[in-house]
Each structure stands twice: as structure tokens, then as C-alpha cells.
């Protein structure tokens, strides 16, 4: 375009004073068309100024076909001690304490970056306060679990471990798999989440404490009886106060309802859908037990037709939904029919019980995507 028109003022100017061949050569090359210009003498600020065009152009140009910057992927591996930090493709790595300071040092590194892809392992909860200030910090970061992480390094032949070794592999998984960031729990999950997990460490002090209570010396027993009733009135001031904070929230009563309303669903496994499977209504039918890991996976090769397992997935879902699929196929008519119809064709009881958490699991989010109460019949349309 710039060149075009250049061409076009230049031949304007010499029209009258440049021979053919001159004419010519300013339509051929540019260097050509200069030599041609300052050869008439009445025309070097109309060639200069027509020169100035061309390297416009040609620095246009050239911005337009800069190819955009590369991608940069970081990894965190977090201790209580400290923080151990990746970035791939420069591989620069650093360590620094996981402090308040440290944490804000992090911080102002990668803004200054920005990654791509900030991937932090789960460590047990020292990952959160991290993860929150990245969150609030607009970086996009990813939670993952550290055998998945080791996993990877170990695929592609990295077999000793250490944290500076453990945060390349995180940055390395960023970049090969590049996992979608999902959106952190507002505060209202997150205290919802904290209560369930006191309670469930609640409930198993009380079953540790039941258990040594019949093995207990005479001497002890005592003491031990009034630790459990202390553990009783324990767990149910958080039941209490779980059922309270979702009173406070017309949004969960509404769903706890939903979930309620079906034939084995209890209070817990309501609220353990409401903490830990936001995505319940959502998500297919198999995308959503593949998400929970009750989802059979196969072990084939040639020949050989292993044996179908599930694994993976929300812990902290199967447990409570297993109890509830235990409860449903004595007491859902959906569920307990589905349950005799595999035993009698020759399934292990507990193969069947897993296949009603998948059915179970499969009618929950039918009814919750809808928003449609329990009455006996699945809305195929949502189990899709």
C-alpha cells in the first residue's frame, strides 16, 4: 500500500523529465526509483518524503508479522518452610520462604511476567493462602493433586524427586497439559467446606475413641466415656451450625431441598454435594461420574478384558455418597430396583453398590439442572 503510492507520487513528479527507462525503474525497485528521483534535481523533498513512506511501511509491516510473545508457564511447589518456583521456557527457578513476604515477592514476580498458566500442587491446605493471593491477584492458577504431577515426571523419565525438581515438573505439566483454571469458592464454600472437614474429623476421633473404649482398662474407662459424650455434643453443635449457615443462603436451601427430596439423600451428603461438587446440574452424566471417580475404567489389552475399576475423582464425595447409595437401595424404588436387577444377573454386591452411586449420582444432577423435585421419574432430557 505504502509502496503503491510512492510509486504512483514519484512517477507523477518525473513524468515530464525522466526517461522510459527511469519511469520504469521506479516501478521495479524502490533503490531503482531513488536513484531515478535524485536525478532531477527539482523533486529531492517530494523523494525524501516518498522514502519516508516506504520505511513507514516497511516498519508496519513489520510490526504486523512480530510474533506474539511466548507463553510462560510456572510452577509452585509449596512446604510449610518454603516455596519453590519454576518457569518454563526460561527455566529460571528460585526458592523463597512461604511467608506473608514471600508470598507478596511471588506475587510481584509473576505480574511482572504475566504467565500463561500458574500451576501450585495441593499440599494439605498450606497451598490456600497462595492461591488465594494469585487469585486475587488476577493470575490465572490451576490446584492440582501431587500424584498426578509425579506421574507425569516420571513419564518422561524424570525419577528423582526433590522440590525444586517437583516445581519444574508442575510448570512442565502446565505447559504440556495446560489444565482450564476454575473459579476459587466464595467465602461462604469455603466455611461450608472447613465445617464438614472438622466435622468429619470429629466423627473419626469418636469412632477411634468408641474403639479403644472396649479394649480400655477399668481405670481409663471412665475418662474415655466422657471423652466420647464430649465428642457427641461436639458433632452435634456442627451439625447444628452446618444446618444454620445453610439457612442463611436462599440459593443452598433450595438446592438441599432438591437434593433431599430423593429417596436416601440425608443432610450430609446434601451438604458434601454443596461444598465439594459445585458443578452437580452442570455437567453430563459422564463427565460428572468420571468427576466424582465413580466411573468404571477399563484394563484391556489384546485379548485380555480386565477387570472395570473407579478411582480417582472427590474423595470426599464417594464417602458420603456410598452410604447413601447403601440407604437408596433398600429405600428408592429407582434404586433399589436397579440394585436386584445386577445382583440377579450375577454382579458382586459391591459392584452393584458402586453402579447405584453412579445412578444415584446420575439422578441427583438430572433434578438439580432442572430444578425438578423427586417424584419417581429420572427427566431423561437432563441425564444427557
Known sequence: MYLGSCVNDTCAC??????????????????KARAAALAYSGARTVVRASGARIMQGRANGFEENVMPSTPIYVGIDGAKAQLDIAVRPTGDRWAIPNTEAGRQDVLTR???????????DA???LELPLVAALAAADLPVVVVTPRQVRDFAKATGQLAKTDALDARALAH????????????????????TALLARRQQVVAMLVAEKHRLSL????????????????ERE????DQDGGEMLRHSPVWREKEALLRSVPGVGP????????HLPELGTLDRKRLAALVGVAPCNRDSGTLRGTRTVGGGRARVRVPLYMAALVASRHNPVIRAFYHRLCAKGKPKKVALTACMRKLVTILNAIVKPRLRWHGIIPQASCS
Not at 218 to 223: K, N
Not at 268 to 275: F, G, I, S, V, Y
Open 14 to 31: 518525473y513524468v515530464s523529465g525522466v526517461r522510459q527507462a527511469d519511469v520504469s525503474s521506479v516501478v521495479l525497485g524502490r533503490k
Open 110 to 120: 509473576l505480574t511482572a511476567l504475566p504467565p500463561t498458566l500458574v500451576l501450585v
Open 123 to 125: 499440599a494439605g491446605g
Open 173 to 192: 505439566v502446565a505447559e504440556a497439559v495446560q489444565p482450564v483454571p476454575r473459579p476459587l469458592p466464595d467465602a461462604a464454600t469455603q466455611a461450608l
Open 216 to 231: 480400655a482398662a477399668p481405670t481409663i474407662r471412665p475418662r474415655l466415656q466422657a471423652h466420647i459424650t464430649w465428642l
Open 235 to 238: 458433632l452435634e453443635t456442627w
Open 268 to 275: 450430609q451428603l446434601a451438604r458434601t454435594l454443596l461444598a
